[in-house]
């Protein structure tokens, strides 16, 4: 029985590594035989991308004011959030000028376009009535009909509902334009009192085309309009030579990390390289799923959760040689040596993703990719070390192989 228990667990374990040292080392190259490694995209410091220079001009309507600069930046950040997580760079320059920097973009000018368009929803009557405008949008989603055609579903707030509701039952018969920025989207036939405050936008070629449109109701009407006074192509302010350098740096810096662990701590050395490993691949597939956008400052913070990670393994293993020492079988020094453990590791790592969150909703832009591998880092290293770890070691115990103290460093 404890050979077929070692035969199981040294079959589980060479499984992960090996997976985990290809993870390990090329986690952001994309290679076809790392299937999810190429939804793991780079930000403008490693790939480059473009650089836009935005001027706020007035009209008869708006003042260029800096209230108006100011909300500016918010609609763009958040229309450029909402089209996928791309850590934009995006900055005020003077009293009047935006700065937009986008990684990694297929179409900069269909982005560049989409991000300045005013986006000014209006509902007007036959007679060229305004009668509610996008201020009163509470929610924009595409979606397909039972058709399969594209469409946008809008809801308003309440006032926006009561309003569409006095509307469309004194115009039953007539026809409600719906305009964006002046150009008509759609002229129906109000058939019917519309009291829910719902309705949809149809005729859409796709749904990329209603997600863009959905994205620029969803996000408002710019304050004031913005002139493109400068768009070039920025290459990466890290170069591929310097960023193959750090990937070098950091693979040989985890395997002395992994060399060092296996010699002080013998046994619980080799759980906690495997724990690592499976760490670092739940971690990028994590990343994977959400495409997170990998900056400089993103992948600093991965470092940081990795080197909490190892921190959390030592102090377990220091309690599981205290526990020994006094005497105890090993099972029951792992059990207490975990339990020991607990409370510090906790309390280290939910400070830890506290301040990282703080980090993410009030820092700049920059930094909340940090923010965001930091917080996810730290959540998976708790998990790893207090499950994987622990049922590692139980594991090797149980195998009958691994009973002398001397292996786990007492």
Request: aromatic fraction near 6%; charge should be negative.
């Amino acid at each position: 029985m404890r050979w077929d228990n070692l035969i199981k667990m040294t079959a589980v374990l060479l499984v992960v590594g090996f997976v985990g040292l290809l993870t390990a080392w090329s986690p952001f190259s994309g290679v076809p035989w790392l299937p999810f490694s190429k939804d793991i995209n780079l930000g403008l410091d490693l790939q480059g991308g473009i650089h836009v220079v935005l001027q706020a001009v007035p009209t008869e309507e708006d003042k260029v004011t800096a209230d108006a600069v100011k909300r500016s930046i918010a609609i763009l950040e958040n229309r450029i959030n909402q089209f996928g997580v791309t850590e934009p760079i995006i900055q005020q320059q003077g009293s009047d000028r935006i700065i937009v920097e986008i990684a990694g973009v297929d179409d900069p000018d269909e982005v560049v376009r989409t991000l300045i368009m005013p986006a000014y929803l209006e509902f007007k009557t036959e007679d060229g009535q305004t009668v509610l405008t996008g201020a009163n949008l509470k929610n924009a989603q595409e979606a397909l009909d039972n058709a399969g055609q594209a469409e946008v579903n809008f809801e308003l707030d309440r006032e926006g509902s009561q309003k569409f509701a006095e509307v469309t039952t004194a115009n039953v018969g007539r026809h409600l334009a719906i305009m964006l920025d002046g150009e008509v989207l759609q002229n129906p036939t109000i058939e019917s009192p519309i009291t829910e405050g719902k309705g949809r936008i149809t005729g859409y070629a796709s749904l990329e085309e209603a997600h863009r449109i959905a994205v620029l109701l969803r996000s408002g009407a710019l304050p004031v309009k913005l002139d493109i006074m400068e768009k070039r192509t920025v290459g990466p302010t890290l170069g591929t030579d310097s960023l193959e350098r750090s990937k070098t740096a950091g693979a040989v810096g985890l395997g002395a990390i992994l060399v060092f662990m296996l010699a002080y701590y013998r046994v619980p050395g080799l759980v906690a390289s495997l724990s690592l490993i499976t760490y670092a691949i739940l971690v990028f597939l994590i990343f994977a799923a959400i495409k997170v956008t990998m900056t400089l400052p993103g992948i600093a913070g991965f470092l940081l959760s990795l080197g909490i990670a190892i921190d959390a393994n030592i102090v377990i293993f220091e309690r599981l040689k205290e526990e020994l020492r006094t005497g105890r079988t090993l099972r029951s020094a792992i059990d207490a040596g975990f339990r020991r453990a607990f409370v510090a590791i906790v309390d280290a790592n939910v400070t830890t993703i506290l301040a990282a969150i703080v980090l993410y909703i009030f820092a700049p832009t920059m930094i909340k990719g940090f923010a965001l591998t930091l917080g996810i880092g730290i959540a998976v290293s708790m998990f790893t070390a207090l499950s994987m770890t622990r049922w590692l070691l139980h594991q090797t115990a149980g195998s009958g192989l691994a009973r002398n103290p001397k292996l786990y460093g007492a």
